[in-house]
């Protein structure tokens, strides 16, 4: 199931931001492939509004993923911590317990229940929430 780009988008001071989730299990790497092939990225959740924006849109689908890739490929430790595109993160909503990197899980996962982040395998097959700036 794709929601296709969502509209309205959500609209910041200087860009307006859609939103495509797939419910398709696939690697990190292949999400953020597909993202960009759709022209976008994988989300990068900069804000506790946009954290509420896209957990509003995920409550209205009746998704199978219990999983959505988001945009973070992490660089531990934790300092080096950011976003695929290299920006730091300036709002973080990790489960308890969470970032925990065990023995390398170096991407990043929004659960569909509750929209907590865990640091996972990139290996592992989820489906994923791609952003694109819309002009
Ligand atoms: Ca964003
Ligand atoms: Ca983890």
């Known amino acids: 199931m794709r929601s ?11 860009s307006i931001h859609c939103y495509e989730i797939v419910d ?3 690697t990190w790497k292949n999400a953020s492939d597909l993202c960009k092939y759709d022209g976008g990225n994988l989300v990068t959740i900069e804000s506790a509004e946009e954290q ?9 689908m009746f998704l199978k993923a219990r999983s959505l890739w988001i945009g973070s490929d992490m660089l531990h430790p934790e300092e080096e911590r950011a976003w695929s ?3 730091k993160l300036s709002y973080e909503n990790w489960a308890k ?3 925990n990197n065990v023995d390398m899980e170096n991407c990043v996962i929004l ?4 929209s907590m982040w865990n640091d996972v395998k990139c290996t592992e097959k989820n ?3 791609c952003e694109n700036s819309c002009t």
Request: aromatic share 8%; net charge negative; charged share 30%.
């Open 4 to 14: 296709g780009w969502t509209e309205p988008c959500i609209t910041d001071d200087t």
């Open 24 to 26: 398709t299990l696939i």
């Open 52 to 60: 509420k924006y896209i957990t509003d849109v995920i409550k209205r």
């Open 85 to 87: 595109n290299g920006e």
């Open 97 to 99: 317990g969470e970032p």
């Open 111 to 114: 659960r569909t229940n509750n």
């Open 127 to 129: 489906g994923y929430i």
